[in-house]
């Protein structure tokens, strides 16, 4: 019975890695496995660090690509406050990211 719980706890763990280089140990098997657990729960971004995006197409509508999403990764991106947990990771985080001229001081930029 133990060996089933801490393989129920393995997988519930690699559901919550918002960020794939946090993994351990990093391997293709684990990163393969979070990718997987992750899709499973409709969690469907990962990060690689904060630079990069892994998305899994779920062929279906997701309630965290609505623009009420949106306005939550636009609120983050314009809050001066540093106290606050981060949201997951997100295309819309990691646009907001870009339009800061690779994680300058938030301020618009213009191209």
């Known amino acids: 019975m133990k060996r089933q719980s801490t393989i129920l706890w393995y997988y519930q ?8 280089t946090t993994l351990s140990p ?7 496995s979070c990718i997987r657990e992750r899709s499973l729960s409709d969690t469907i971004y990962m990060g690689i660090s904060r630079s990069a995006l892994v998305n899994i197409n779920p062929h279906k ?21 540093n106290d606050k947990e981060p949201l997951p990771p997100h295309i819309f985080q990691l646009a907001n990211d870009t339009t800061t001229c690779g994680g300058l001081p938030k301020t618009r930029a213009s191209f």
Do not use: G
């Not at 763990?13 to 960020?19: A, P, T, Y």
């Not at 623009?67 to 991106?77: F, G, P, R, V």
């Open 13 to 20: 763990r690699l559901e919550s890695v918002n960020d794939l």
């Open 26 to 32: 990093l391997s293709d098997d684990a990163i393969i």
């Open 61 to 81: 509508f997701m309630a965290s690509n609505a623009n009420s999403a949106l306005h939550k990764y636009t609120a983050e991106h314009h809050s001066t406050s």
